[in-house]
């Protein structure tokens, strides 16, 4: 059955054909004097396994004289086991619907187009043998595009490739295959691209959270694969406490942070991100919570600290809007008042995505809060900022990864952390974010800010 039903071979096409698809399956089926019994007779066959099952193939199907198609007759197609000349190869279901005549088993031709293949079945009839190990799949997606990051073997394909993922996907209109490395060439995480199959268009609307973002994906950093890590990280942000976002991108952490009512210092160095985390940010209304900048993440670090506090010095605040009542429950004596959420003084955290670097950001971190330790614990009940940088790191066993990290991490920040509960001062915790390459992890190092750093003198 598994060979009958495999896509007919069309190697090496550069060019699609799908008229090369269309393949026909001699079998047989059981024409059913009534369209009332079909049902039954379905259920039936399913139970004697005679009726054909094949994934996307339904087994109702017209009857095959054009006449009674019309009328609306329709037959059960069934396995090519059943032989309609072998009463002997049927089961006793047909041979007694025979018997009572309510049905008539007959030869039937069943066709299978282009339609009916799956992905999978297309290209590994396309492609030669030794390339069926790693057909590419599980592409990237932002909105409508498809995005392949195709191997140097799977090039001559690339253009079949393209068309058959517009094919087989509904929601994907454009298929692009990145040409560049992203990261190292590039400061923003931008990348080259060609377009394999569909127009060229990059403006796509992408769902997060329940936050819309629409954005040129040519010119702004987006990677649907970090939707986890980014619900991780709000999880732990609290209504009314304040995050930095360093490099926010447009906005995956910040506004859905800021719906949850937790204030965002969200900073982007790209001019376009910029641009497009304002958007998301008025789209998804959420400014009385967080506010963009366009700077570099090194100045933007203690900025950011300087901005917060003067911010909570002048009692700016949020404006929450009191929810409407219910046209059931009696009308409120006087009417209700927004409600206004106060900027703290201190930042509670430090997001920095940007696992090429961000490590190399942590130096800026001396002297953050330098002259304001009566902001904090044992002052106050208020403990230093969370600081979660993201990293990239080979993938060793863990100790010496974790090692590797914390190395890196002290030379920037002049103390050495042990690994551990990252909410506990000298501590740090280390998460797997994601297989990024073979030898290549994106981890996510959270550590407490110590005092001998945040207190040290600016220099
Ligand atoms: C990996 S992306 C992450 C964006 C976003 N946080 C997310 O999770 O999708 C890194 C971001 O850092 C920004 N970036 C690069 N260098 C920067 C710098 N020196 N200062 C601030 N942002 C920077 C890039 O423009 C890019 O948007």
């Not at 927004?338 to 002297?367: C, D, K, Q």
């Not at 991490?409 to 042990?418: F, N, P, R, T």
């Amino acid at each position: 059955m598994a060979t009958l039903f495999r896509a007919p071979a069309a190697r090496a096409m550069k060019s699609l054909d799908k008229s090369l698809f269309f393949k026909v399956l001699p079998t047989s089926a059981a024409l059913v004097s009534q369209n009332t019994l079909l049902s039954r007779y379905r259920k039936a066959l399913e139970k004697s396994e005679e009726l054909i099952q094949v994934e996307k193939f339904s087994p109702i199907a017209p009857h095959p004289d054009p006449e009674a198609a019309k009328a609306g007759k329709k037959c059960l197609v069934l396995k090519p086991s059943v032989d309609p000349a072998s009463p002997e190869t049927w089961s006793s279901v047909l041979r007694k619907g025979s018997e009572d005549g309510e049905v008539e088993i007959i030869p039937y031709q069943a066709d299978f187009d282009y339609t009916y293949w799956r992905y999978l079945d297309i290209m590994k009839s396309i492609l030669p043998e030794e390339l069926h190990d790693e057909i590419p799949s599980g592409f990237n997606t932002a909105g409508h595009v498809a995005h392949l990051n195709l191997r140097e073997q799977y090039l001559p394909y690339k253009e079949v490739i393209g068309q058959i993922i517009i094919d087989k996907n509904p929601a994907v209109k454009t298929v692009i295959n990145k040409i560049d490395d992203v990261g190292t060439a590039n400061e923003f995480r931008t990348f080259n691209y060609e377009v394999l199959a569909g127009a060229d268009d990059l403006v796509v609307e992408v769902t997060e959270a329940d936050c819309v973002f629409k954005f040129d994906y040519s010119r702004v950093y987006w990677n649907s694969k970090l939707s986890n890590e980014h619900q991780r990280l709000i999880d732990i942000f609290k209504p009314g406490e304040v995050v930095a976002d360093v490099m926010a991108g447009i906005g995956p952490f910040a506004v859905p942070a800021g719906k949850k009512g937790v204030f965002v210092w969200a900073n982007d160095k790209n001019p376009e991100s910029y641009k497009y985390l304002e958007t998301a940010i008025v789209r998804n209304k959420v400014s009385e919570f967080v506010r963009p900048f366009n700077h570099d993440g090194h100045s933007f670090i203690r900025d950011a600290a300087d901005s917060v506090l003067e911010a909570s010095k002048r009692k700016e605040h949020a404006v929450i809007k009191p929810p409407k009542p219910s046209r059931k429950a009696p009308p409120p004596k006087s009417p209700p008042s927004n409600i206004l959420i106060p900027v703290p003084p201190t930042i509670s955290h430090f997001v920095m995505n940007l696992p090429a670097s961000a490590l190399e950001f942590l130096h800026n971190f001396r002297g953050l809060y330098f002259g304001n330790e009566e902001l904090f614990a044992p002052h106050t009940k208020t403990q230093l900022p969370l600081v979660h940088a993201h990293c990239f790191a080979p993938k060793l066993n863990d100790d010496t990864t974790y090692a590797e990290i914390l190395e890196r991490i002290e030379k920037e920040i002049g103390v050495a952390l042990q690994h551990g509960d990252g909410e506990k001062e000298g501590q740090c915790s280390i998460i797997e974010v994601r297989d990024v390459a073979p030898n290549k992890r994106m981890f996510c190092a959270s550590f407490r800010l110590p005092a001998k750093v945040a207190f040290a003198p600016r220099v």
